[in-house]
């Protein structure tokens, strides 16, 4: 098969997708043909007027390693294969429509007004690099290994040329490619309507110079080479933001989500507000990198979340699609984790989202940050326990380090012991902490625990959100628990609720909503209890302290909540 016949071929097997009934295709006589033309007059205004507009999709391509081609061939033979290589690759470019901007030694700058048009191009060309006859040194043919780059965006022809970034990224992602190899972006490929079978996704690459990443896939066709090492530019493993400060570290609780995600690909993660849920799920996640592929993404959870997701991601939307149908098409193929944030403000609908991303892609893995976790088939559920002695006294420390004082969490050791280290209550000493010091919150808080967590009404607003969130039965068992300082097992529950219906989904709930903490005595019942700090609260300022009978003003507080949520009313009655 000869160099014109192969290069046919090639675009031929693209032929559905050079042929687009509503592109701006124009034949090359009207085009190439009329700016090389001796007629024309060569004005700039004729060369803008021809030249593509709106969507433009460009070609750029070089001679990996032309330097030391030359070298080896010398400069008689070097001239004879850059001849014939120009000859070539304009014959299929006159095939195909493109219009040659800049060609500059070994290298072409192409504009073409359809994608479709400008692929089938770049197949021609290295098919007919491929069947052309190339002058060999010591029986090996020198033949010229060409990288090319495509990308589509939106360009407006200036001076003869065009001024914007879309021409900068074709030029780094012609560089991200190998010798006989063809790189286009994402863009271009869903602009040309190339089908699975003609290219393969070789992730999200970070481009320098470029802000964000840009998804790089790689054109496949009959004839042309598959295998290439990996893309010389940084691939882009994930999106987590950067903190601030190095969070506290929580070995515990990662082992726990280690372990969830060994038995679901799906978990979530939940607990009070100011338990440091984002914080940990950002760097638990950090450290998995190397265990996924093709990377981990968080986005928060919003009203839109395949939008949210498509703008976390970098991807653009597709007219006529649902944003989910392109973020699924996304992650398909890819094994990877995604972490989204605030997870308990999706309705039915969008929960019912995620759990359709899940099934269509078998390799990614989800967990869902929330105050509460998610009901979805197949979820395993973890809540923040507690944080430890060690983990609660950082937090503090930490908190107080916002604020400008140095305490340390040996200083804060004592102080977030006495409040069973309950994240809200770590959060409502801070403001003290940090202007007087921990020994001295000690004695106000063991003077009047009340008056000083709640001192600027932060702590009681934390606490109504969350027994605002839950159900009437488990408001009914928290009422139950919360005159027990020492806890109650589970047997102790049922005949505290007097075998309510729903008393043990109550129970779960109450836990999952990190309002009551378990502890395990060895060889003896799991004990629930109520964290003090909210027991305090709870009971007002006249409570005896020690186990005492509810008074007045915590049934008042509690009750109210489920007076006001009727049909939960009725569950509990």
């Known amino acids: 098969m000869d160099t014109t016949t192969a290069s046919h071929a090639a675009l031929t097997s693209f032929e559905p997708l050079f042929t687009n009934e509503t592109s701006e295709f124009r034949h090359p006589s009207d085009v190439a043909g009329r700016l090389a033309a001796p007629g024309g007059d060569g004005s700039a205004g004729e060369r803008r007027a021809l030249l593509p507009a709106g969507d433009v999709t460009f070609l750029f391509t070089d001679i990996e390693g032309s330097t030391r081609l030359a070298s080896g061939l010398g400069a008689e033979r070097y001239r004879v294969v850059l001849h014939r290589h120009r000859a070539l690759v304009r014959e299929v470019l006159r095939a195909a429509g493109g219009v040659e901007i800049d060609t500059e030694g070994d290298s072409f700058f192409v504009a073409f007004h359809d994608a479709a048009a400008a692929c089938a191009a770049a197949v021609g060309i290295?098919?007919?690099l491929r069947g052309a006859a190339w002058p060999d040194q010591d029986g090996a043919p020198l033949r010229p290994r060409v990288r090319?780059?495509?990308?589509?965006?939106?360009?407006?022809?200036?001076a003869g040329g065009y001024a914007t970034p879309e021409v900068h990224k074709t030029a780094r992602i012609c560089s991200a490619a190998h010798g006989d190899q063809i790189l286009a972006s994402a863009a271009c490929a869903a602009a040309a309507g190339l089908p699975p079978e003609r290219m393969r996704r070789l992730?999200?690459?970070?481009?320098?110079?470029?802000?964000?990443?840009?998804?790089?896939?790689?054109?496949?066709?009959?004839?042309?080479?598959?295998?290439?090492?990996?893309?010389?530019?940084r691939p882009r493993r994930h999106n987590l933001p950067h903190a601030l400060k190095p969070p506290v570290d929580r070995p515990d609780d990662a082992r726990e989500l280690d372990r969830a995600f060994a038995v679901s690909r799906m978990v979530t993660l939940s607990g009070l507000p100011g338990c440091g849920k984002t914080t940990f799920a950002r760097a638990w996640a950090r450290k998995r990198l190397s265990c996924y592929e093709h990377?981990?993404?968080?986005?928060?959870a919003g009203p839109d979340l395949g939008k949210a997701l498509?703008?976390?991601?970098?991807?653009?939307?597709?007219?006529?699609?649902?944003?989910?149908?392109?973020v699924i098409d996304h992650f398909r193929d890819r094994q990877a984790l995604l972490v989204v944030d605030g997870t308990d403000q999706l309705g039915a609908e969008r929960r019912n989202e995620l759990l359709l991303l899940l099934e269509?892609?078998?390799?990614?893995?989800?967990?869902?940050?929330?105050?509460?976790?998610?009901?979805?088939?197949?979820?395993?559920?973890?809540?923040?326990?507690?944080?430890?002695?060690?983990?609660?006294?950082?937090?503090?420390?930490?908190?107080?380090e916002d604020r400008g004082a140095p305490w340390t969490a040996a200083d804060c050791r004592g102080l977030a012991a006495a409040v069973e280290n309950f994240p809200p209550a770590l959060l409502a000493l801070a403001d003290l902490v940090a202007l007087a010091s921990p020994q001295a919150a000690?004695?106000?808080?063991?003077?009047?625990?009340?008056?000083?967590?709640?001192?600027?009404g932060r702590f009681r607003e934390a606490i109504d959100d969350a027994v605002a969130a839950i159900s009437g039965p488990a408001r009914a068992v928290l009422l139950e628990l919360a005159g027990r300082e020492r806890g109650a097992s589970v047997d102790e529950v049922l005949d505290l609720c007097r075998q309510r219906d729903g008393s043990l989904e109550a129970l779960v709930e109450l836990v999952d909503a990190a309002l009551v903490v378990i502890e395990r005595p060895a060889m003896d019942q799991a004990v629930y209890r109520v964290p003090a700090p909210l027991r305090w609260l709870l009971?007002?300022?006249?409570?005896?302290?020690?186990?005492?009978?509810?008074?007045?003003g915590f049934a008042e507080r509690l009750v109210h909540p489920v007076a006001i949520d009727a049909p939960r009313l009725k569950a509990v009655a």
């Open 310 to 326: 498509l703008d976390a991601l970098d991807l653009r939307s597709e007219p006529l699609r649902e944003p989910m149908r392109t």
């Open 539 to 552: 009971a007002g300022p006249d409570a005896e302290p020690g186990p005492a009978p509810l008074t007045a």
């Open 442 to 456: 000690l004695r106000r808080l063991r003077d009047d625990p009340v008056a000083v967590l709640d001192a600027g």
């Open 126 to 128: 290295q098919t007919a």
């Open 360 to 400: 269509s892609c078998p390799d990614l893995h989800l967990l869902a940050v929330g105050r509460r976790p998610l009901d979805l088939p197949g979820a395993v559920k973890r809540a923040l326990d507690l944080p430890s002695s060690g983990v609660g006294a950082a937090m503090l420390a930490g908190f107080c």
């Open 203 to 233: 992730g999200d690459f970070e481009l320098r110079g470029l802000p964000g990443a840009t998804e790089l896939v790689q054109l496949r066709a009959p004839g042309l080479p598959e295998r290439f090492p990996p893309p010389p530019v």
């Open 295 to 300: 990377g981990v993404w968080y986005s928060k």
């Open 148 to 158: 090319m780059g495509l990308h589509t965006g939106e360009a407006w022809p200036s």
